[in-house]
């Protein structure tokens, strides 16, 4: 399993950006996937999750609004547009799954914590800042 996020960059507040992450070596189309950020000095967060087949999602209250996960199956690609993005968002942002993940549909966050995902990417670095 390989995950492979770009598009971090530093931005000034009220501005945009998306993230990528590209899959390969699983079946990317069967697993739910989330996007999870760490800010300096603090744990895991999770942002948004998507189903396999995309027809449902989830944010973090805080990003509710201003963030949206999608995916494309067809590329093993997931996004993260993210607009008014704000100082607090400054963060690592990572792509995470694991195979307990497989095959869930409907809506809702699954219950496993991020800490217990056990397929991640590298990260990329997203700076909010004037």
């Known amino acids: 399993v390989q995950l492979e996020e770009s598009g971090g960059d530093l931005v000034q507040p009220g501005g945009s950006l998306r993230l990528s992450c590209r899959a390969s070596g699983f079946a990317f189309r069967s697993y739910y996937m989330s996007w999870v950020r760490q800010a300096p000095g603090k744990g895991l967060e999770w942002v948004s999750g998507i189903i396999p087949d995309g027809r449902f999602s989830d944010n973090l209250p805080s990003v509710e609004g201003r963030f949206t996960i999608f995916r494309d199956n067809v590329k093993n690609t997931l996004y993260l547009q993210m607009n008014n993005l704000k100082p607090e968002d400054t963060a690592l942002y990572f792509c995470?799954?694991?195979?307990?993940?497989?095959?869930?549909?409907?809506?809702?966050?699954?219950?496993?914590?991020?800490?217990?995902?056990?397929?991640w990417g590298q990260g990329t670095q997203v700076t909010v800042s004037s």
């Open positions: 995470a799954t694991d195979d307990s993940l497989r095959d869930i549909g409907g809506s809702g966050r699954p219950t496993l914590r991020v800490e217990d995902y056990t397929y």
